[in-house]
């Protein structure tokens, strides 16, 4: 069940006791309150039948997964290009030549592109659910297509926030730069659920033909 309160009534406290990287929660206290009966939701009930609610909360998570990978990119393009000298071993005047510096980079460019890729594809299922009056194996596509693209965008995600510090090197890790926020973004919300079972769904309907559960995780 869900329900709306109403914060004005000072019948809540929020404590900020979670202590955790790349987070801002923790306990809320909820006492002596009324709650009015068209405020209580019975959000249950959106799952008794095919909906793709679960496929919308996830794909807005893989969004936020994919942003955080092309900050990535974004700052050690920026940091590589200006800053990053090249290994000694390399004979090289510039970071940016270093030929294993752009294999690498290369690869991150592209685990991020296949994921926004997959994030685009996950979006267009998702409409042709909603077209289709909700018909189940529609939607169970629309959840398969975002479980896809959540399992890329978690490894794409974790993949650049890593890259970003071993290609551009040292310097990087200095506290003004402040590009570590970007590994614990990544580290913290891909853990919103686990992407392990991604690939368990994605293998079970494909192999089996077995339908995804319905909840919001899906």
């Not at 893989?62 to 920026?78: E, P, Q």
Request: no cysteine; proline share 4%.
């Amino acid at each position: 069940m869900t329900s709306i309160i109403n914060t004005e009534k000072k019948a809540h406290i929020i404590q900020n006791d979670r202590e955790a990287i790349a987070t801002a929660s923790g306990t809320t206290i909820i006492e002596n309150v009324k709650v009015k009966a068209e405020h209580v939701i019975p959000h249950y009930l959106a799952f008794e039948r095919a909906t793709p609610m679960g496929a919308i909360a996830q794909i807005i998570q893989a969004a936020v997964d994919v942003g955080i990978a092309k900050a990535a990119v974004r700052d050690t393009i920026y940091f590589v290009r200006n800053h990053t000298r090249p290994w000694v071993d390399s004979n090289l005047e510039k970071g940016y030549e270093d030929p294993l510096t752009l294999y690498n980079f290369g690869n991150v460019q592209i685990q991020v592109h296949a994921a926004e890729a997959l994030l685009r594809r996950a979006g267009e299922f998702i409409d042709i659910a909603n077209a289709s009056d909700l018909e189940e194996a529609k939607v169970v596509e629309a959840s398969i297509a975002v479980a896809e693209a959540k399992a890329l965008a978690t490894e794409a995600s974790i993949l650049a926030t890593n890259k970003l510090f071993e290609l551009a090197g040292t310097k990087s890790t200095l506290e003004q730069f402040n590009y570590n926020r970007h590994w614990r973004n990544a580290r913290a919300h891909t853990l919103h659920d686990p992407v392990r079972w991604k690939y368990y769904a994605v293998g079970n309907y494909f192999l089996n033909g077995v339908y995804p559960p319905r909840h919001p995780w899906l």
